[in-house]
Structure formats: C-alpha cells, structure tokens
C-alpha cells in the first residue's frame, strides 16, 4: 500500500513499477492441493527456472525442494536463495544478523555508511541503543521503527516466516512499542546527526490506517527532537 492509487487500492504506483506487464496467481503451499497446482503449473508451462528465497527448512514443507520439484520436471533447473546457504537451515535473512556475521563494519572503513534500523535491529536481537552507540559515527540514515516484544516471541517460538511476523504486528511506529527513542535520539543528537528520520512501521495498514500511525510517530519523533534541542549536545559534532 505505498504510493498512488493507480488502478485500485491493491494495485498501487509501488506495486505497479516492477510488476507491470506480469499475470501472476496465489498459492497456498501449506495446502496439498497448493503443491499439486504448483506441480501442473511446473509442467503445464514448460519452466526452465524455479527460484526461492525462504529458509531451507522450509523447502520441502512447502514442496518447493529440487527432488519435489524435479519429479513435475526432470530438466527443471532450480534455486535457493537464503542468507547463508543450505548449511544454516533455519537462519533467516535479517540485515543486522548478516553484518554481524560477514563482519562488515569491520572491513569497511567510514567511506561506507551505515542505515540503522531500530526495529530490524532489536528483531533480530540486537541491542538497538548498544548497537547505534557503537557505529554512530558512521550512520547516515535512520530508520525509526517500533517493536512489539510479546509478538516477536511468539513468531520465534511459532516459528513464524518474517511477512507472518509482519501480519502479526511484531512492528509499529516509534511510541507505540518497546524501544527507548529518547536514549537513541539522544545519542544522534550527541553526535552532530543531520540526516533523515523517518518514521516507518511495517504494518497491515487494515489494522493499523496507515497515516494515523504515521502522524503518531512523527509526533513521538518530534516531542523527542524538540526536547533535545533545548540541550547542546554532549559530545563534538560531526
């Protein structure tokens, strides 16, 4: 639901831009009857590429695994994208994790600036204030973005997909959830940050209308902004 309503409310300028020109279906893969349609699907079209990007757990639950696949199309040439590879079955591909993990921000130096995510980052168990108290001088974007703890529990212990997460409200906007804007505010500020924040919150916009909490967490952010600006910042600028 992001940008113009150019044909109706489901298919919007964002929507349309990579998608125009393409016919695409629904498929319920947790359903038989969504694997078997897949398998004719397959066949039926003659597919020379399968790709997928779910963790690889997953693949033959879903009946998306090469040998299911394979067996609608022996030629069929196929793909799994995940965040590091069959070896890590059931590590999703969450940004944060996979810095860490790659060790980037230890062979890169400050040409290369950091996007801070405040929700990605707590969601993928990192301490958000720790986090950005670390890297700070190298930020150059910011994402404010606000979590709900007792649903990010229960999609680790459901095992949720990230979109099922999403559905499920693990995100909302700054003011609405558990992280300490002030204390993350409070360090840009200290630090000379003259970038953007932007408020965002990965939400169903059926349960959460979109602009009500957008107007909330700008008004969150600017309460926040305004009350540090009445103090000069504690370290040197920038």
Request: net charge negative; aromatic share 8%.
């Amino acid at each position: 639901y992001i940008g113009r309503n150019a044909v109706d409310d489901d298919r919007r300028t964002y929507f349309v831009a990579p998608n125009v020109g393409k016919e695409a279906i629904a498929l319920n893969l947790k359903d038989p009857r969504g694997r078997e349609a897949l398998a004719r699907i397959v066949r039926a079209l003659d597919v020379d590429v399968f790709c997928c990007n779910t963790v690889p757990r997953r693949y033959q639950q879903l009946g998306i695994d090469y040998a299911t696949l394979a067996a609608a199309k022996p030629d069929l040439v196929w793909a799994g994208i995940s965040a590091l590879g069959p070896a890590y079955p059931d590590v999703p591909g969450y940004d944060p994790v996979l810095q860490a993990m790659a060790g980037l921000m230890e062979v890169t130096g400050d040409e290369v600036g950091l996007l801070f995510d405040s929700g990605h980052m707590t969601f993928a168990g990192g301490d958000a204030v720790a986090m950005l108290g670390r890297h700070v001088a190298r930020v150059c974007h910011v994402h404010c973005k606000d979590v709900r703890p007792y649903v990010i529990r229960l999609a680790r212990n459901r095992n949720w997909s990230f979109l099922e997460s999403v559905i499920n409200g693990a995100f909302t906007v700054p003011g609405d959830g558990a992280i300490d804007f002030p204390a993350l505010l409070g360090i840009l500020h200290d630090h000379g940050y003259r970038g953007w924040l932007v408020v965002e919150a990965e939400q169903d916009p059926a349960v959460a209308p979109s602009y009500e909490y957008a107007e909330k967490g700008f008004r969150t952010l600017r309460g926040i902004v305004d009350a540090l600006a009445a103090h000069p910042p504690r370290t040197h600028a920038r």
